[in-house]
């Protein structure tokens, strides 16, 4: 099963562009990279996925170098609303009795 | 949009009563799970059913149980609450994507026990 290491907090600005590593020296071939949102009582929220290379959508960009053993989240200019914990995680994506590890997460503080 | 519902946002109750968390989903999704989290442990997986009927030991099964009776509900049950189990009680269920999975998560019960 693949861990994930991504730091424990960050903070940055309003209007500043936030990237949040994560590490997974383990990756299977297999593996899909997940992120979630979580805000204070209340459930973990799906942002993105990805495999490789880039993801793009509304919200966030994911960066997946070559080799796949780590993922940058992207949040371009972020407001407070986006002050929350974050979550990275791997697994496979078609098994689907499998489920996911989840780490400690990074606390993201934005401040104005 | 997929919802996924739990029975109580708040819940208080007594040491050694039998306790029932309930949760429902509505998109068909095979799978439902049931986590805990605690500040600074993250989400930790009680149990997980992948069918109706059938059920899977999560990280830290002690002291709980599980029921899935219909597709679109899975009961978490406290058989005898005890204080160490105040927690944030998440329900989620996961669906296949194109070949990626995907957890949606219920808004939690927060159960504390006296």
């Known amino acids: 099963l693949a861990k994930t290491t991504q730091p424990i907090s960050m903070d940055s600005y309003e209007g500043q562009e936030v990237n949040i590593t994560c590490s997974h020296n383990?990756?299977?071939?297999?593996?899909?990279i997940t992120w979630y949102q979580q805000f204070p009582s209340q459930g973990p929220r799906f942002i993105i996925q990805?495999?490789?290379?880039?993801v793009t959508n509304e919200v966030a960009s994911l960066f997946i170098p070559a080799d796949r053993k780590s993922s940058t989240l992207s949040l371009p200019r972020v407001s407070l609303s986006d002050t929350a914990v974050y979550y990275c995680?791997?697994?496979?994506?078609?098994?689907?009795?499998?489920?996911?590890?989840w780490g400690a997460g990074t606390k993201l503080i934005i401040k104005p | 949009d997929v919802k996924v519902t739990q029975s109580s946002r708040y819940l208080v109750k007594r040491t050694g009563e039998k306790v029932f968390l309930e949760c429902v989903q509505d998109?068909?999704?095979?799978?439902m799970f049931w986590y805990r989290q605690d500040p600074g442990l993250g989400l930790r997986l009680i149990y997980f059913?992948?069918?109706?009927?059938?059920?899977e030991k999560g990280d830290i099964p002690e002291g709980y149980s599980v029921s899935r009776e219909k597709k679109e509900r899975f009961s978490l049950i406290l058989e005898s609450a005890s204080t160490n189990q105040t927690s944030m009680y998440l329900c989620?269920?996961?669906?296949?994507?194109?070949?990626?999975?995907?957890?949606?998560f219920g808004p939690g019960t927060r159960l504390t026990v006296t």
């Open positions: 990805g495999y490789k290379t880039k």
């Open positions: 989620a269920s996961s669906s296949h994507q194109g070949g990626q999975t995907v957890e949606y």
């Open positions: 059913s992948y069918d109706v009927k059938m059920k």
């Open positions: 383990n990756i299977a071939t297999n593996d899909y």
């Open positions: 995680l791997v697994g496979p994506g078609w098994d689907s009795n499998y489920q996911l590890i």
């Open positions: 998109m068909d999704h095979e799978n």
